[in-house]
């Protein structure tokens, strides 16, 4: 029998790796069989240690809006290799991308530069905490925000994936000062503020939620929240690490026309390299250090590699508007060809797609908040991502992932998932 180079990479990885990945959606126990180990991509594909091509649609959980390896971002990684790898010093680059990020992002009059979405969210509640100390937040069920302990409450994504939403490791302490409520819902979050009156620092929420599948704010939803916040003085957070510069040039809250105090951004901004970042108000951002009082820095923050992919995607997005005219089209060709193969085949389900992003749940109910996306049968997911991958089609091996676009999909590739599509589906129907 012969043994394919992935399998035998995750056997060694056991070894070495807690589980052989770096991350646990990774190692596909949520969908079965062994975790392709990847070589390269370019474009709308991915290629494992194999040699196999597979239509990729993670793009590495948002940030390819371009596709993978695009010559703009590749180019300026290398021109800037070229003067050296990391400063921990100031440089140019990081005053251009945080001028380009305030002229883009409504919220942000000034952001700090992070390494990861989970740096940006850890941050940023300590400074609205430390602004309005206090030290109570509001997440919502199923939202997810990185791996901070005071995140990892009913966190969605990975960890509902490998069904423990609550990590042992977060003290009691520390779990205390988060306030759990259910997303869509204003009432909720009413008797949360009127039982801790005068104690709540802030409310973060991924304004379009992919990490328990995509879920779509109601009308009204994002608006209600807002004026909330303003009335009790509490720091209302946008968490757009996957959002921000890809439902819209200025992310959710362009497209919905809220703006929040506080914007988390991770992923895009460095075009695929590891940046997060976190900005807002002026007064509230001028509480980070070395301004006012609240601490946060790092040596590779800012990183000028970083920096130069960041600001190549960034300017390629601000220039070319018809990005997400292209990646709309995308979303909804592929959302509506995915509907009507469901109902000839007679499956139940149900298709949450925004843009360039989309869930596909086996459930026929609506799925609007964590609850609901728990109905999903996920043990059909797991079939039909199998069923997808054995022919070509490389989705999140999560049925809470947002599966992201990019401009790379052209007319023939969509067709070819669709097709992938409906021959998955009868498959798995038997
Ligand atoms: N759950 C993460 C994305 N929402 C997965 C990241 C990864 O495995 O790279």
């Known amino acids: 029998m012969i043994i394919s180079e992935s399998k035998r990479l995750f056997e060694k990885a056991q070894n070495f790796i807690p589980g052989g990945v770096n991350s646990p959606v990774r190692a596909f126990r949520a969908v079965g069989g062994d975790p392709l180990f990847i ?39 290398i021109k800037a290799m070229e003067n050296g790898t990391s400063f ?13 990020i305030v002229s883009m992002v409504p919220s942000v009059e000034k952001v700090r530069m992070v390494n990861s979405g989970t740096e940006a969210t850890m941050s940023a ?19 997810y925000h990185g791996h ?7 966190a969605g994504s990975g960890a509902m994936t490998m069904g423990n939403p609550d990590s042992p490791g977060v003290t009691k302490g520390t779990a205390k000062d988060t306030l759990l409520a259910p997303y869509n819902n204003l009432e909720a979050i009413e008797k949360l503020i009127s039982a801790n009156k005068g104690e709540i620092a802030a409310l973060i929420l991924e304004p379009v939620p992919g990490n328990m599948g995509l879920c779509l704010p109601m009308p009204g939803y994002l608006q209600g929240l807002r004026d909330i916040c303003t009335r009790e ?76 992919a960041g600001l190549g995607m960034l300017h390629y997005l601000n220039d ?15 959302s509506s060809g995915f509907a009507s193969i469901n109902q000839k085949l007679g499956v139940d389900y149900t298709i ?29 997911f797991g079939k039909y991502f199998q069923a997808m991958l054995r022919r070509g089609v490389y989705l999140g091996p999560s049925q809470f992932e947002s599966l992201f676009l990019s401009i790379a999909l052209t007319d023939e590739i969509i067709e070819r998932i669709l097709n992938a599509h409906e021959e998955s589906i009868k498959e798995i129907l038997g």
């Not at 921990?88 to 380009?100: D, K, M, Q, S, Y």
């Not at 901070?148 to 009913?154: C, E, K, N, P, V």
């Open 39 to 77: 070589k390269k991509a370019d474009g709308a594909f991915i290629y494992d240690e194999d040699d196999n091509a597979y239509i990729e649609l993670i793009n590495s959980w948002g940030p390819m809006i371009l596709g993978h390896n695009h010559p703009l971002i590749r180019e300026a990684v």
């Open 88 to 100: 921990g010093a100031p440089t140019a680059r990081e005053v251009e991308i945080a001028e380009l």
């Open 125 to 143: 509640i300590r400074v609205a905490r430390g602004y309005t100390g206090r030290d109570k937040f509001i997440k919502m069920e199923g939202h």
């Open 148 to 154: 901070g302990d005071s995140f990892l409450i009913a």
């Open 233 to 308: 003085g509490i720091i209302l957070i946008f968490d757009e690490v996957m959002t921000g510069f890809r439902l819209a040039k200025g992310g959710a809250q362009e497209l919905f026309g809220v703006t929040p105090d506080m914007t988390t951004l991770g992923k895009i901004i460095g075009g695929g390299m590891p940046v997060g970042a976190y900005g807002g108000k002026k007064e509230i951002m001028d509480f980070v250090s070395p301004v006012g009082p609240v601490y946060q820095g790092g040596t590779l923050s800012g990183n000028p590699i970083a920096m130069a």
């Open 320 to 334: 070319h508007p018809e990005v997400y005219t292209r990646l709309n089209e995308i979303g909804m060709q592929l």
């Open 352 to 380: 949450n797609q925004l843009g360039s992003m989309y869930s596909l749940f086996f459930t026929s109910g609506n799925v609007t908040d964590f609850d609901s996306a728990k109905m999903s049968d996920t043990a059909l």
